[in-house]
């Protein structure tokens, strides 16, 4: 089963973040260092989502909430620069192979990956579940790579560019986990201002995954982003020129119990973030 979720972040002016991930484009367009222009670009290429083959200029504009006469600018201007391809029947475009060579350049050169990848893999075979690693993008979780087992009979696989929310995921509950108080404490009041219904059983969810990492290096999302799925997660803090990253080992909620990411699969997950963490030491 190749379970893969999209996370909209809306198609208003307000839904247009700056580097971030909390200022609003208008908010940033003050500062005499931001590239307003670059910026807009920079939001139609993120417009195109996991399951969109083709968008139009409408689309975008929605999206974006930039005027439509503007994303036809920046739609051409995209274009002749390999970011965008054109589809002249549909009148539509895709995204071109120059956002790939971005996407996969950062990939390759994230030494972190080439060193957990195996370590992953070995975890996913014992679990008999997906071991994944993502990291932080805006308001949400960004899945960069997983591994599975293949002996499996249920499978959570989510393809790198996956997208996951940070409050009710143990992949997201991780990063809040490995943040520094004051950018914890920043991001939880953008998460409650995002969704003020849900805020009250975010912010439990959140201080139990505090208390878990602190008593013992992991937390869990039991049926907190979906009640069929448990998972566990496990910060990695910034090391080897690396950003924080988060490990997580997801499945089924009848594949995986709760005491057995708590007694087994949780220890052995720290076990995997302090090995990288000590042979991304030496690179």
Same mark, same amino acid.
């Given at each position: 089963?190749?379970?893969?979720?999209?996370?909209?972040?809306?198609?208003?002016?307000?839904?247009?973040?700056?580097?971030?991930? #909390?200022?609003?484009?208008?908010?940033?367009?003050?500062?005499?260092?931001?590239?307003?222009?670059?910026?807009?670009?920079?939001?139609?290429?993120?417009?195109?989502?996991?399951?969109?083959?083709?968008?139009?200029?409408?689309?975008?504009?929605?999206?974006?909430?930039?005027?439509?006469?503007?994303?036809?600018?920046?739609? !051409?201007?995209?274009?002749?620069?390999?970011?965008? !391809?054109?589809?002249?029947? #549909?009148?539509?475009?895709?995204?071109?192979?120059?956002?790939?060579?971005?996407?996969?350049?950062?990939?390759?050169?994230?030494?972190?990956?080439?060193?957990?990848?195996?370590?992953?893999?070995?975890?996913?075979?014992?679990?008999?579940?997906?071991?994944?690693?993502?990291?932080?993008?805006?308001?949400?979780?960004?899945?960069?790579?997983?591994? !599975?087992?293949?002996?499996?009979?249920?499978?959570?696989?989510?393809?790198?560019?996956?997208?996951?929310?940070?409050?009710?995921?143990?992949?997201?509950?991780?990063?809040?986990?490995?943040?520094?108080?004051?950018?914890?404490?920043?991001?939880?009041?953008?998460?409650?201002?995002?969704?003020?219904?849900?805020?009250?059983?975010?912010?439990?969810?959140?201080?139990?995954?505090?208390?878990?990492?602190?008593?013992?290096?992991?937390?869990?999302?039991?049926?907190?982003?979906?009640?069929?799925?448990?998972?566990?997660?496990?910060?990695?803090?910034?090391?080897?020129?690396?950003?924080?990253?988060?490990?997580?080992?997801?499945?089924?909620?009848?594949?995986?119990?709760?005491?057995?990411?708590?007694?087994?699969?949780?220890?052995?997950?720290?076990?995997?973030?302090?090995?990288?963490?000590?042979?991304?030491?030496?690179?």
């Amino acid at each position: 089963m190749n379970d893969i979720t999209s996370l909209d972040n809306g198609g208003s002016k307000a839904g247009l973040i700056a580097m971030d991930g #909390l200022d609003s484009l208008e908010e940033s367009s003050k500062d005499r260092q931001f590239v307003t222009a670059l910026a807009r670009g920079l939001e139609v290429l993120r417009c195109f989502r996991p399951r969109d083959r083709h968008l139009g200029n409408q689309d975008i504009a929605l999206r974006t909430g930039l005027p439509k006469p503007t994303v036809s600018r920046l739609t !051409y201007t995209l274009t002749r620069m390999g970011y965008l !391809y054109h589809d002249e029947k #549909l009148g539509k475009y895709q995204l071109g192979t120059g956002v790939l060579s971005l996407g996969f350049s950062l990939l390759t050169n994230m030494d972190v990956l080439k060193i957990a990848r195996p370590l992953m893999q070995e975890l996913a075979d014992y679990s008999q579940t997906v071991v994944s690693v993502g990291t932080r993008d805006r308001h949400g979780m960004i899945y960069l790579d997983g591994r !599975y087992s293949a002996d499996a009979t249920v499978s959570l696989r989510r393809e790198p560019g996956t997208r996951v929310p940070i409050a009710t995921t143990a992949m997201g509950r991780a990063l809040l986990c490995g943040l520094p108080q004051d950018e914890r404490e920043k991001l939880m009041d953008n998460i409650r201002q995002r969704d003020p219904e849900d805020w009250p059983k975010h912010k439990a969810g959140i201080e139990q995954a505090l208390r878990d990492y602190e008593e013992r290096g992991f937390c869990l999302s039991i049926g907190g982003w979906r009640n069929d799925v448990n998972a566990v997660g496990v910060p990695m803090l910034p090391i080897a020129g690396s950003r924080l990253l988060t490990f997580n080992c997801n499945a089924p909620s009848f594949v995986l119990r709760q005491h057995m990411l708590e007694d087994d699969i949780g220890p052995r997950l720290v076990n995997l973030v302090r090995t990288i963490e000590a042979e991304a030491a030496t690179y």
